[in-house]
C-alpha cells in the first residue's frame, strides 16, 4: 500500500508542475503568509503490541503478541503561516476519520485468543518549519502532539478456561483514547493565487498504557497494556484566505 501511495505522491508532483511562471507572476502566490483550510487523506499503519497486565488482585505479565495494521484515513485541516524571508512558521490543528484494523492470535495456555485494535480517529495539533526553496514551492518539518481513539477485543477464539464457572468463550471490550507526539515532513506546492497542494510523511508514538476491557457477561476484566506507532502518508488541498 505504501508503494502505490509513494508513485501516487510523484505523480501529483508532476501535475504541480505544470505550473508555469506566468501563472506566478501576478505576485500572489510569491508568499506562504495567511491562514488557510483544506482536507487530506491517504493511508496509514498502526504497529500494535498487547501485554496481559491482570486484574487489580492478580496481577500478570503476559505478552500477548504484536500486530501492524494497514488502513485509511481522511479529513481537514486549518492553519495559520508566517513567512519571513524564505522561511516559514506556522501553526496547524489537523483531524482524521480512520480506518486501521489489526489483529493477532495468542495462546493462553488453555486455548486460542485474539487481541485485535482498531483505530476510529486522529487528532493532531502540530508547528512546522518550511523553507521556501522556489516562490511557489515549500518543504517542511512538523512536529507537534497527537491523540488517538481505539476500539479493543480480547475474545477466546477456542475454550479458553478450564476453571469451573468461568466463560470458556469470552468476549471484553474497550474503547480508550492516548495522547502521543509525532514529527514528519514534507512539500508544498502553490496552484494559482490561493490554492495549494501538499504531499506529507508523519511518525506518532503513543507509548504504553492499561486499559481495563470488561466481558460482555459482565462476570470478567481485566487489563491490558496496549502500545501504539504510527506511519502515515497523507496528500491534500488546503484554499489560503488572505
Known amino acids: 500500500m505504501f508503494q502505490k501511495s509513494c508513485a501516487a505522491l510523484v505523480a501529483l508532483w508532476c501535475v504541480s508542475g505544470l505550473v508555469t511562471a506566468s501563472e506566478l507572476a501576478s505576485g ?3 508568499t506562504w503568509s495567511g491562514c488557510s ?12 503490541g498487547t501485554v496481559y497486565t491482570g486484574t487489580p488482585d492478580i496481577p500478570g505479565n503476559y505478552d500477548n503478541g504484536s500486530n501492524t495494521a494497514t488502513g485509511i484515513l481522511a479529513g481537514g485541516h486549518v492553519g495559520c503561516d508566517v513567512q519571513r524571508g524564505h522561511w516559514v512558521l506556522g501553526l496547524q490543528g489537523r483531524l482524521d476519520a480512520a480506518n486501521v484494523d489489526g489483529n493477532n492470535n495468542y495462546f493462553e495456555g488453555v486455548g486460542l485468543s485474539e487481541t485485535r485494535t482498531r483505530a476510529r480517529w486522529l487528532a493532531a495539533l502540530t508547528g ?11 518543504v517542511y518539518a512538523r512536529i507537534g502532539v497527537a491523540r488517538v481513539r481505539n476500539a479493543y477485543t480480547d475474545r477466546c477464539v477456542t475454550q479458553c478456561s478450564a476453571t469451573p464457572g468461568e466463560d470458556p468463550s469470552y468476549l471484553a471490550t474497550a474503547d480508550a483514547s492516548r495522547n502521543g507526539w509525532l514529527a514528519g515532513a514534507g512539500m508544498a ?6 490554492w495549494s497542494v501538499f504531499a506529507e510523511y508523519q511518525y506518532l508514538d503513543f507509548g504504553s498504557a492499561r486499559t481495563t476491557v ?14 501504539h506507532d504510527w506511519q502515515t502518508v497523507t496528500v491534500g488541498m488546503s484554499y489560503r484566505i488572505r
Open 28 to 30: 500572489s502566490t510569491d
Open 37 to 48: 483550510a483544506g482536507v487530506q487523506a491517504g493511508v496509514a499503519s498502526q504497529a500494535s
Open 128 to 138: 512546522r518549519v518550511g523553507l521556501a526553496v522556489t516562490p511557489a514551492t515549500l
Open 189 to 194: 506546492h502553490q496552484l494559482g493565487k490561493q
Open 214 to 227: 470488561a466481558d460482555q457477561s459482565g462476570k470478567l476484566q481485566w487489563q491490558n497494556a496496549y502500545r
